[in-house]
């Protein structure tokens, strides 16, 4: 018997794995009351915006995957909101910067995670808006013992607080000090904006789905608008060194609506491998996975070996420089080019038995890459790591973990699956709006601010993000939801973790708890946009003779602690039985699954 931190987690029921225990108890805590898995999602959504504060918030945003009982097919639930209408790169050279700053106001998109989890709840949930929100404004109103992560995270930005953001200083360095591990912590601010949503809805009478659209115009025209277009023209100190004014305004807020779209598929090894589109990160996991078919070697599936790694890491270089070159919202992505099996051929000739350290994207159809000036050889920037508010709050490229992002998925006993990875909004960000209880996020620092890109700043463009679920079918059925905080390494994370559990086997807790790698030889999605080529990240649990062969492939390996990379979480059900099943991550010590 295989030893693992914690069980693979199976039942009939229901299962719910997230980041954050409280969260994970909460939806649990929905199925039994008759809730299905939306409901479910939808409560630890707003749970996880009250208890990982520091990791994402009702600023932020969140894409999902969903598939129904009713209908299998995987559905993209987009809440990532978009450039605000005067967000431009004329705007920003004004400014005289060259790249958008990693905090501040002025680095905010549109809030897109509230609207996307009502939405969520409208079209497939069944239990009412004051049901589903009631353990958030709890926690958010009466206290919940806070993780050390959080303190520690004020505590990094605590000269900023005090000296430039005093309405983040007034909620968060209360008697004049950080919280600590454990202290009972509330935010009243926060829970009396979500009981006004609840009112909002209640105001438009008995009808579920009636409760649930004024609870929606309520933000998006209403009060929490308001609040947002007056604190949005306030200017604050932001990683340019310099106080500036935001851009997002009450009619931005107005004009967005959640959506939902197709996703991009994979069909491999028998399954269909389901991720948000090309406007996000999420296909780099599939050009990995069909890169890694076309080299034909069963060897390149396995990643406790160096030669598994290195091809990997290799196929995931190439993958990430397409995504720099030709992912973006709005853009014309040659989408089923970068996925076509010949375009897998070409790319897998790429790989040889020596790391790379260049950017080479492809040519997909012929057609000419274009990267931004900013990660041409020679100009790519070093990390800056004395800037905790800059950037995704992730894990560092030597393994310290300043934070991540959430993630949470859901299945139920009827066949309802969900994977959400919400983030953004998190209380470094940006300061405090008073009213709210809440900041708003920074995902524009994810745009070039340089015309003809395929991530170019443009307004009502989405940011093409690094959040990334994932969800596998197979026959049609779904059969996987997971996913993992971490910026650039969501992918990264989820691909050994995949090819552990539908290639080699083993258990969701097994293949979560394994020693863990990633890559930093790619341009990074946040501020200040630096790369580190060919170096790898390497959890130290590796054994030494694996280590030295990976050396001798050339890659500069930099070892981390023996259990620092990643937060993933997983349910998987199998359609023949209904058995489910449920793993967590125990990095961090806050993931937890529970179901029955």
């Given amino acids: 018997m295989t030893f693992t931190t914690r069980p693979t987690l199976q039942g009939t029921f229901g299962m719910v794995s997230s980041t954050h225990w409280l969260a994970s108890q909460a939806a649990m805590g929905i199925l039994e009351r008759g809730g299905n898995a939306f409901d479910a999602a939808v409560t630890a959504g707003f749970v996880l915006h009250v208890v990982e504060p520091h990791l994402n918030g009702p600023g932020g945003e969140v894409p999902a995957i969903v598939a129904t009982a009713q209908d299998p097919t995987p559905k993209v639930l987009c809440g990532q909101g978009p450039a605000p209408a005067g967000a431009t790169i004329a705007h920003f050279r004004s400014l005289g910067m060259d790249l958008i700053p990693g905090s501040g106001p002025l680095a905010a998109a549109v809030p897109g995670a509230v609207d996307a989890w009502l939405l969520l709840l409208r079209d497939h949930g069944t239990l009412s808006l004051d049901e589903v929100l009631e353990p958030a404004i709890g926690y958010a109103g009466a206290g919940h013992p806070l993780v050390g992560r959080v303190g520690d995270t004020v505590a990094a930005v605590r000269s900023l607080f005090e000296e430039h953001w005093p309405t983040s200083a007034q909620l968060w360095l209360r008697d004049g000090r950080p919280p600590t591990a454990g202290e009972l912590f509330a935010n009243p601010a926060y829970a009396r904006t979500l009981r006004k949503l609840v009112q909002a809805g209640q105001a438009a009478g008995a009808d579920r789905e009636a409760q649930i659209e004024a609870a929606r115009r309520a933000w998006s025209t209403g009060f929490v608008a308001e609040a947002i277009d007056r604190f949005s023209r306030r200017p604050f100190q932001d990683s340019s060194g310099s106080p500036h004014a935001g851009l997002v305004t009450g009619a931005d807020l107005a004009a967005y609506s959640a959506t939902w779209e197709e996703p991009a598929t994979l069909d491999w090894h028998g399954y269909s491998v389901a991720k948000t589109g090309f406007w996000g990160q999420g296909p780099v996991l599939l050009e990995t996975l069909s890169v890694l078919d076309a080299l034909d070697d069963a060897g390149a599936y396995d990643p406790s070996t160096a030669a598994g790694i290195h091809a990997q890491v290799e196929a995931l270089k190439l993958a990430f420089a397409d995504r720099e070159a030709w992912y973006g919202d709005g853009a014309d992505v040659p989408a089923k080019a970068l996925l076509s099996r010949e375009y897998a051929r070409e790319r897998a000739a790429r790989i040889g038995a020596r790391a790379s350290a260049e950017l080479r994207p492809g040519r997909p159809d012929a057609a000419e890459p274009h990267l931004p000036a900013h990660v041409r050889p020679g100009a790519v920037r070093r990390a800056d790591p004395a800037d905790p508010t800059t ?206």
Avoid at 413 to 423: E, K, Q
Avoid at 505 to 530: C, K, M, N
């Fill in 391 to 596: 950037g995704e709050p992730t894990v560092q490229s030597d393994g310290v973990t300043r934070g991540d992002t959430c993630h949470v998925d859901v299945v139920d006993r009827w066949g309802n699956m969900i994977s959400a990875t919400p983030s953004g909004g998190w209380l470094q960000s940006s300061p405090t709006i008073p009213e709210l209880g809440f900041p708003l996020g920074s995902r524009l620092q994810m745009f070039w601010l340089e015309e003809g890109l395929a991530s170019s700043l443009a307004p009502g463009r989405r940011p093409r993000t690094t959040l990334s679920p994932t969800m596998v079918h197979r026959d049609g059925e779904p059969v996987l939801a997971c996913g993992t905080p971490g910026g650039d390494q969501q992918d990264q994370w989820q691909l050994p973790f995949l090819l552990r559990h539908l290639v080699g086997g083993q258990s969701l807790q097994e293949a979560i708890d394994a020693p863990a790698w990633h890559t930093v030889s790619l341009p990074g999605s946040f501020y200040p946009r630096a790369m580190e080529p060919g170096v790898l990240v390497v959890e130290d649990r590796y054994d030494e003779d694996v280590l030295a062969a990976l050396r001798a492939y050339g890659h500069e390996v930099r070892l981390s602690d023996a259990w620092s990379l990643g937060r993933l979480c997983a349910v998987t059900r199998d359609p023949a039985t209904g058995v489910l099943a449920a793993g967590a991550n125990p990095r961090g010590m806050q993931g937890y699954a529970c179901g029955r």
